[in-house]
């Protein structure tokens, strides 16, 4: 495991303590804002036949820890990427709009399919 | 417990939005929605009803009817590389079998005529043919309008011999909707003369896929290099920039404009006044009379500064857009922009101005949202989750997320040097308050980020990925 894969899942799993301790995941909002996912990731609505990773079997952990370290690449001041990495770079576009509590609803969501 | 079970144990307690009683009078009214158009947006927005419909336990209560001319969809995307060779119609073609048989979608065949929304019903002419009869058995009390774009070619002129196009459309295809006209336009490719030249004419914005023209400009470039030698394309645009790259992805376009495609001629504040067919022995000739765009030319490069002309043997003339003119019927111009072009929705949820009417994808006016099938599909995924909290008496989600996502092929398997190449464009957007007008609408969360570096072949395997994803998200 990396540092910062590492560091991710140490966030993560303070962020599950931090949602539990709040009262609750919203599962109305991790519905929706997770579907922005469903177009490029298999999740169990989908068969998995030649798309990118899939979401499923995925924990919390893993994906809200993902959202984090994605959401980090993408500098919001200046509204640019600051990865080289073409993949990394989409991803970091993608997870910037959502709040913490919103990664955490999405990871929650989807990690319960 | 596990900790899993017991952050779900107090979730369901806590929130009690996911276990439903559902509450109040819409319990006991059940939602029977109708979607015009079995495109993008109009076949998510069936199926996420259905999907979530189920997971709340509502679907008893959700009954979903598309109502399309085609049983058969064949995508926009990836349709330039029909024009290619690379793909064919067949490729791009789905059914609505899974829709029907997977999540128990209602289909019907039918060319929609009229809509009465005070009373729920839908006219038009069942399997295409016949009289106007009522199509739906039971009032609708949701209609989502998914019905994409009309053309609108009254900025210019068309004057093609009679004897030469019984249909004088024919003679200048947009293949701006795929299925027959990507083949009309093909079709004129394959048999025209090497040495004669090609023409892509692009509309004012906003239009349906913006980088769309640029990357059909590269792949017909690739195309005609190898197979009609000495041909050139060139590229009309009504827009300009100050250093005469693309206004949409100017650094991966520009850089195959200026590096790749040397057959691509690229030609800024050019807007077409007239299409003048002639003949020449077998051959179809065209000209396109062009002014500038506007009477200040931002750049030297390219900009157009006066009328002229240009002669091809292939037109593809992609006309200035709007919607769809069932959605401008329907809504009325009350229910447009000021324009009467686009349909006002409120983008939390794509209700328009008409009670129970709900536009979603291209034929929506936005400000900052393309129009586009990725995007299309997730304005039904909002669309769709709006409908159903009303259902559940929940809060509408007050600032919801959307995203576009577009791969473009560069080069084609053509290419010897290059091979395959492709780009992409993305961009997300979140309902907010515009501090510019204090308008709340959708905002531009990030910049439109381009794939960086240069167009690679990575990126082409990326895009097929992406493709098949999309296309499994909207039809299986």
Known sequence: ?113 | MLRREFVKYLTAGAAGQFILPVSGASAATPLNVVVIGGGMAGATAAKYLRVWARKLALDALVSVTIIDKSDQYVSNIMSNMVLTGEKTIANLTYTYASLKTKYGINFIKATVSSVDTANGWVYGKLNNTGSDILLNATPFNRLILATGISFDPSTFTLNVPSTVYANPWEAIPHAWQAGTQTTLLRNQLVNMTAGNHVAVTIPVSPYRCPPGPYERACVLADWLRVKKPGSKIYLIDPGQTADGRPPVEPNNFGYAFANIHKNLVYVQNARLTAVTGSLAGTTKFKTLSLVPNSATPLNTVNALASPTAVKVEVANVIPKMQAADLTRSVLGPAGLDADGRWAVVDERSYKSLVPKVYVIGDSIKSANQPKAGHIGNQQAKVCADAILRELSNVALYDAPVTNSACFTPVTTNLNSQYGAMASWLTATFRYGVDPTDNVSRMLRVSTNIESPGRPSKDNFSSMGKWFTSLMQDVYS
């Open chain 1, 1 to 113: 495991m990396t540092k910062s894969r590492l560091l991710a899942c140490c966030l993560a799993l303070a962020g599950v303590l931090l949602a539990t301790d709040a009262g609750a995941y919203d599962l109305n909002n991790g519905r929706l804002l997770a579907s922005n996912c469903t177009q490029c990731h298999s999740t169990n609505v989908l068969p998995k036949t030649g798309g990118y990773d899939s979401l499923v079997g995925e924990s919390y952990s893993e994906i809200y820890g993902e959202l984090r370290e994605f959401k980090q690449k993408f500098n919001a001041t200046t509204k640019t990427c600051t990865e080289n990495d073409p993949k990394e770079c989409l991803m970091a576009v993608h997870a910037m709009p959502y709040t913490d509590k919103e990664m955490q609803d999405i990871a929650w969501y989807l990690s319960q399919r």
